[in-house]
């Protein structure tokens, strides 16, 4: 037997990676400006305050290009919406990019001018606080970001023999900002993130039936008041179902009200399946429950409403191994024009009494004969 699943844990998953979406949003667009302004006033002060017998020229220029080409891809994302990727690529491109960028300076200084070496400290400290930051999403984006062009430098810095105790005092800084901006960012991303879950998770608990993980009253009506006003400004249809669980009573007083409990789980997934996406599934009290059909008429409602029924008295349900049929009563109603959600509701209840009264486990329209 199926039984419906709470949605607490997938609607907090999903809150929590909207908001990751928007941390990595904001950073990519406020990164990718602080990059720019950093690197080129580092580039002019570089240029006219420090004087180098290594003359880099057009090879300075050509190293910085993937991070100014990152930032720019950065900023037409956020401007024009090109390319259409995720905030976190963009991160990964610039952090890469600063560090690679770090990295290739100070192998050419260690190369052919390893007694400037120190002078890169500084900058080395401000690439890796700022790739740090990049990988927000955690360690595995800093291993990636930061750990494999690092890897890498060491790689080719071995290969090279390059002057192993003239670099390595060079990471001391680096390391240390690293490892400060890892803890914070780390304690800073749990509060935040704990703090979504908890206020989603108190969102659903009051919008939610706790049994079924169906919406509750509470949660349904915006959406019927949402339906109405679009009705009203476009003249769209919509319809409602009233159903009603036939002879509920006894489940109870014969198996228990746990068995009960199960029924109305088995019947909230059974409904739920038979629905569209756009539609809503309300558990309106005790064993009634709620259907909006946006842009649905009468006769599609009709139809749904038949969907219903049948799935519930076509397949038995195993009830503490037991089985049992349980079938339901419903009530159909179209708004009409100009008609407010209360009058809409009373007509749908009306027609499930009529449901009722002609021997139940069968659909009625109200208006109808």
């Known amino acids: 037997m199926n039984t419906a699943r709470s949605p607490v844990a997938a609607d907090c998953q999903q809150a929590l990676e909207t908001y990751k979406e928007r941390m990595e949003s904001g950073l990519q667009y406020g990164g990718a400006l602080l990059l720019l302004v950093t690197v080129s006033l580092y580039q002019l002060s570089h240029s006219y305050f420090h004087v180098h017998r290594l003359e880099l020229g057009p090879t300075e220029w050509l190293l910085r290009l993937p991070l100014f080409t990152a930032i720019s891809m950065a900023l037409l994302n956020h401007w024009v919406g090109w390319p259409r990727w995720p905030a976190r690529y963009f991160l990964r491109l610039m952090g890469i990019s600063l560090s690679t960028l770090a990295l290739s300076l100070l192998y050419l200084f260690a190369s052919h001018e390893p ?13 890796f606080f700022g790739a740090t930051v990049f990988s927000l999403r955690g360690f595995r984006e800093w291993l990636l970001i930061v750990l494999l062009p690092v890897s890498c430098f060491w790689v080719l810095a071995l290969a090279a023999e390059l002057p192993v105790l003239t670099l390595a005092p060079v990471f001391i800084g680096p390391a240390l900002i690293m490892l400060v901006t890892g803890i914070l960012l780390t304690l800073a991303r749990r509060v935040a993130f704990e703090g979504v879950i908890t206020r989603e998770k108190l ?6 039936d706790p049994l079924t993980g169906l919406l509750n009253r509470r949660a349904f009506m915006p959406l019927i008041r949402q ?3 679009r009705a009203l400004r476009s003249d769209n249809r919509f319809s409602i179902i009233l159903a009603d669980l036939d002879r509920f009573k006894k489940v109870n007083d014969t198996w228990g009200h746990e068995a009960g409990d ?5 019947t909230a997934a059974r409904l739920q399946d038979c ?4 539609d809503a599934l309300c558990r309106w009290g005790g064993e009634e429950f709620l259907i909006l059909l946006p842009e649905t008429d009468a006769a599609g409602a009709m139809i749904v409403a038949e969907k219903c029924r049948q799935q519930m008295a076509g397949l038995a349900m195993a009830i503490h191994g037991i089985r049992h049929t349980q079938p339901l009563s419903l009530g159909v109603a179209e ?5 407010d959600i209360d009058p809409l509701i009373i007509r749908a209840d009306e027609a499930l009494y009529r449901a009722k009264a002609r021997g139940r486990n069968q659909a009625c329209l109200a208006g109808s004969d």
Request: proline share 0%; aromatic share 0%; hydrophobic share 55%.
């Open 115 to 127: 007694i400037r070496v120190a002078q890169v400290s500084d900058a080395m400290t401000i690439a």
């Open 203 to 208: 969102n659903v608990i009051a919008t939610t």
């Open 335 to 339: 708004h009409l024009r100009g008609e």
């Open 227 to 229: 339906e109405l006003a």
């Open 275 to 278: 629905l569209r996406a756009q």
């Open 262 to 266: 199960l029924v109305l789980q088995e």
